[in-house]
Nanobody, 115 residues
Framework: QVFLAESGGGLVQPGGSLRLSCTASGSSVRYKPMGWYWQAPGKERELVAQITSDGSTNYADSVKGRFTISRDNAKNTLYLQMNSLKPEDAGVYYC?????????WGQGTQVTVSS
């Protein structure tokens, strides 16, 4: 069984920062590809960033230069540092881990960007 625990969402003003975290637990969760999706109201879920077991990263064009994905393999924890946040970044952010030829998802954490 795989479980992903997400935290770090909240309310932030435009231009502010948040750091999301996601800790994976269960059998054989180490050294697996992980990443973040987000879903805005009325929109489908979209990939934000992903990272391989050796640290290679990929970002959506809309967040390049503002967001940074990282991982701590010893803690089985994934991070997303979000800087220069815009109102259009708001939505629910979902952590995933790819293993057993499928994605396992966290419950999501809400990010609100508003003055």
């Amino acid at each position: 069984q795989v479980f992903l625990a997400e935290s770090g969402g909240g309310l932030v003003q435009p231009g502010g920062s948040l750091r999301l975290s996601c800790t994976a637990s269960g059998s054989s969760v180490r050294y697996k590809p992980m990443g973040w999706y987000w879903q805005a109201p009325g929109k489908e879920r979209e990939l934000v960033a992903q990272i391989t077991s050796d640290g290679s990263t990929n970002y959506a064009d809309s967040v390049k230069g503002r967001f940074t994905i990282s991982r701590d393999n010893a803690k089985n924890t994934l991070y997303l540092q979000m800087n220069s946040l815009k109102p259009e970044d708001a939505g629910v952010y979902y952590c995933y881990i790819y293993m057993n030829w499928q994605n396992y998802w966290g419950q999501g954490t809400q990010v609100t960007v508003s003055s």
